[in-house]
RNA sequence: GCGCCCGUAGCUCAGGGGAUAGAGCAUCGGUCUUCGGAACCGAGGGUCGCGGGUUCGAAUCCUGCCGGGCGCGCCA
C-alpha cells in the first residue's frame, strides 16, 4: 500500500463516520481522493473531496472539510491535517515516519516499488513487429523502447508479462522480399535478371544476396525458379531476423517469443479461427472474396479476409494469431504496440475481439506517433522500399543507448516527436541522461569510499536524518511506489525519466548541502545515517534505470 | 470530404478538472572549488493555437474554427 493510499483510506474513514452519524449527508465518492499538491506549503497530500462533494451536498466546502477533519483518525504517518481555502484538506506526514522509509527502502531492496496491482494476471505486450523485408530504422525505435519499458513497468506491479514479436513471415509483402533476394541473388552471380517494379532495391538486398551466394554457392541457380525463390528466401528470412534482434539488443530490446505468421496456417489456428466467425455469422461471400461483416458489429465498413486470388489478407491472419492468443494461450490482457500509419485498423481490431467472443477491453492497441527525422535543418525521409533511410543501427552508433532511450522515453506515446541527430549527438556531453547517470556514479563513489574506509553503516540511525535536504530526498524516493502505480495504470512509462530527473536533483542537492563521510569521531553517527540514506537513493535510482534499461554506472 | 493524434517558454517536451502552469537545452548572472564540478543557486522568457460552452474552479472536459501529422485498398 502507498502511503498515498494509506492517508486515503484515513480520508474514507472520517466519511464513513459522518456520514453514519449523519454529519454528512450520504453521497457518492469520488475515484480520486488524494493528490500530491505542486505547492509544498500545500502539505505532502491533500485532497479536493470537500469542493467535490459541496454541490450535491449543498454545503460550503469550507464546513465540509471542517466536519471531516476531527473525524480523520491519528495515524503514525501523519503529522498534520489543515483545511486551506476554498476547501482543500492538506496533510503533512511526519519526518520521523518519513526517515522510518530510508530503512523500508534499504530492506525491500531491488523490490522497492514493486505491487500487486496485476496480482499476476498473465499479460502479453506485442511490439515492433516489424516485416522482416529489410533493416529496422528510427521509426521502429520507438516502439521497441516503449513496449519494453512498458513491458518492465508491468512487471513490476505483479502482471506476469510476456514479450513477443510477430513475424510477417507469409503474405505479399514476403513474396515480393523473396523474390527480390532471387533476383539479386542471380546478379551476385552474373546473371541478367530484373528487378520486379516493386521490389525492395535497397543496397542491403544486394549485401545480403552476395552473403547468401559466397556461403551456399551456385546451387540455386539450378532449381526450378519457384524452388529458388522458396529456398533462398528461407536463408534470407533467417538472416534478416537475425540481423533485426541483434540491432534491437542494440538498444536492449528484447523478446520471450518470435511468433511466426505462418504457423497460424500450418498449426490450424486459422482454420479454426475462421469456423468459430463463420458460425457466429459473420462471414459472407461477395465479389468473389470472403467478407469480415464487421458492419454487423458496429463498423463503417466490411473487411477482405480472402481475396478472390485466393489468397489470405494480412487481417485474417490477425483474426488467428488472436484466436491463438487469448484462445489457446490464455492471456488475460493483449497488448499491442502500433504505429500511427496503422491507427485506422483499432476499430475492426476490437470488432474482431468482440466476434471472437473476447471482451474488447482485454485488447489495448496503444498507438505510437511517428518520428519525424531531421538532420539539422534537413528533414531526412524514411523509406524502407528505397533503401534511404537512417538505420536503428546508425542511430545507435551515432547516438548510445542510453541516451536513445532516454530520449524516446521522454515523449508521451501520442505526441509526435522530432529526433535531430545533429542535436541529439551535440547534446549528448551536457544532457539529461548523464545527469541521472552521473547521480548514480556518484552515489557509487561515496560508498566505495565508505567501503575502503572500513565503515559499516548497517547499524546507521536513520532518525538523526533531519536536514531539509535529506527530508526533500526521502520524499521523492517515497513517491516512487506510486510513479510505478500510475504508470502500469495508465500505461504511460515517459514518467519514467521525469522522475528520474527529479530524483538525481533531489540527490544533488542534497550531496551540496550535506557532507556524508566525515573522519571525525563525533560525526560517525550522522555519517552512518547518511550512508545509509546514500544507499536507499541508489537503490531507488538503479531502479529507474533499470526499468528504463539503461546502464546504472559505478563511474563515468 | 471522413476518422484518429497533436498544438504549452526561443527550441525539444512534461502536466490531461484543483491552489502561483513546469523540466531539459539555449541566454544572462552568481556559488563552490576537502566524499566525483558531468555539481549547486538565481534571473529573464507564456494570450497553454483562436472563439464559444460546461463547472465553485478549465492548459485539462464539450463544441466550432485555424494549423500540423497519420490513416481512409481484394497493401502491410
Same mark, same amino acid.
Not at 110 to 120: A, I, Q, T, V
Not at 128 to 133: I, R
Not at 198 to 202: F, M, P, R, S, T
Given at each position: 500500500m502507498t502511503i498515498k493510499e494509506r492517508v486515503a483510506a484515513l480520508l474514507q474513514q472520517a466519511m464513513d463516520e459522518a456520514q453514519a452519524k449523519g454529519f454528512i449527508p450520504q453521497a457518492m465518492l469520488p475515484d480520486v481522493l488524494l493528490e500530491r499538491p505542486q505547492n509544498r506549503e500545500h502539505g505532502d497530500l491533500a485532497s479536493s473531496l470537500p469542493l467535490r462533494l459541496a454541490r450535491n451536498l449543498h454545503l460550503n466546502p469550507m464546513e465540509i472539510a471542517q466536519r471531516l477533519i476531527p473525524l480523520i483518525p491519528p495515524a503514525e504517518e501523519v503529522e498534520r491535517v489543515w483545511v486551506a481555502p476554498p476547501g482543500f484538506i492538506n496533510f503533512a506526514l511526519k519526518s520521523y515516519w518519513l526517515v522510518q522509509q530510508v530503512e523500508a527502502v534499504v530492506q525491500a531492496g531491488?523490490?522497492?516499488?514493486? #505491487?500487486?496491482? +496485476?496480482?499476476?494476471k498473465k499479460v502479453q505486450i506485442e511490439f515492433?513487429?516489424?516485416?522482416?523485408?529489410g533493416p529496422l530504422h528510427v521509426g521502429h525505435v520507438r516502439g521497441g523502447i516503449l513496449g519494453s519499458t512498458l513491458a518492465n513497468v508491468l512487471a513490476a506491479s505483479g502482471y506476469s508479462v510476456e514479450r513477443e514479436y510477430y513475424v510477417n513471415d507469409a503474405g505479399t509483402q514476403m513474396d515480393s522480399f523473396y523474390y527480390s533476394l532471387y533476383v539479386r541473388y542471380q546478379q551476385a552471380l552474373g546473371k541478367e535478371a530484373e528487378m520486379p517494379k516493386? @521490389?525492395?532495391?535497397?543496397t542491403y538486398m544486394v549485401e545480403l544476396a552476395r552473403e547468401i551466394a559466397i556461403e551456399e554457392?551456385?546451387?540455386?541457380?539450378? #532449381?526450378?525458379p519457384e524452388e529458388a525463390v522458396k529456398a533462398l528466401g528461407a536463408i534470407g528470412l533467417q538472416k534478416m531476423l537475425k540481423s533485426i534482434k541483434e540491432d534491437l539488443e542494440r538498444v536492449r530490446v528484447s523478446f520471450d517469443v518470435w511468433f511466426s505468421e505462418r504457423s497460424l496456417y500450418t498449426g490450424g489456428q486459422y482454420d479454426k479461427s475462421m469456423q468459430i466467425l463463420r458460425e457466429a455469422g459473420y462471414l459472407t461471400q461477395r465479389e468473389g472474396a470472403l467478407w469480415f461483416a464487421s458492419t454487423a458489429l458496429g463498423e463503417d465498413k466490411d473487411n477482405v479476409l480472402v481475396r478472390s486470388t485466393g489468397a489470405p489478407t494480412y487481417f485474417a491472419s490477425d483474426i488467428a494469431y488472436h484466436y491463438n492468443k487469448f484462445s489457446?494461450?490464455?492471456?488475460?490482457w493483449v497488448i499491442n504496440i502500433w504505429g500511427a500509419?496503422?491507427? +485506422?485498423h483499432v476499430p475492426r481490431m476490437k470488432a474482431m475481439a468482440s466476434a471472437l467472443?473476447?471482451?474488447?477491453?482485454?485488447l489495448t492497441l496503444i498507438i505510437s506517433q511517428l518520428v519525424t527525422l531531421r538532420r539539422g535543418q534537413e528533414v531526412v525521409r524514411a523509406s524502407k522500399r528505397t533503401g534511404e533511410l537512417v538505420t536503428l543501427r546508425e542511430l545507435v552508433d551515432e547516438v548510445g543507448p542510453d541516451a536513445c532511450r532516454f530520449f524516446f522515453l521522454?515523449?508521451?506515446?501520442?505526441s509526435q516527436m522530432e529526433f535531430d541527430l545533429e542535436l541529439a549527438k551535440k547534446e549528448s556531453s551536457e544532457n539529461p541522461v548523464y545527469y541521472v547517470q552521473y547521480a548514480h556514479a556518484r552515489i557509487a563513489g561515496i560508498l566505495q569510499l565508505a567501503q575502503e574506509s572500513g565503515i559499516?553503516?548497517?547499524? @546507521?540511525?536513520?532518525?538523526?536524518?533531519?536536514n531539509p535536504a535529506e527530508i526533500d530526498l526521502i520524499r521523492h524516493m517515497v513517491e516512487f511506489p506510486e510513479l510505478i502505480e500510475t504508470m502500469a495504470q495508465n500505461l504511460s512509462p515517459h514518467h519514467l525519466p521525469h522522475y528520474a530527473m527529479e530524483l538525481a536533483t533531489a540527490f544533488h542537492w542534497f550531496y551540496d548541502h550535506c557532507r556524508v563521510v566525515s573522519r571525525l569521531s563525533e560525526e560517525e553517527g550522522i555519517t552512518k545515517a547518511r550512508l545509509k540514506l546514500v544507499q536507499a537513493a541508489r537503490i531507488v535510482l538503479a531502479r529507474c534505470l533499470d526499468l528504463m534499461g539503461m546502464d546504472a554506472p559505478e563511474k563515468m
Open positions: 531491488e523490490r522497492y516499488g514493486n #505491487m500487486d496491482l +496485476g496480482k499476476g515492433v513487429s516489424v516485416n522482416p523485408t516493386d @521490389g525492395y532495391v535497397g554457392g551456385e546451387g540455386f541457380l539450378q #532449381m526450378r489457446e494461450r490464455g492471456f488475460d500509419d496503422h491507427q +485506422g467472443g473476447v471482451a474488447p477491453e482485454r521522454s515523449r508521451s506515446p501520442e559499516d553503516y548497517s547499524d @546507521g540511525d536513520v532518525s538523526l536524518l533531519v
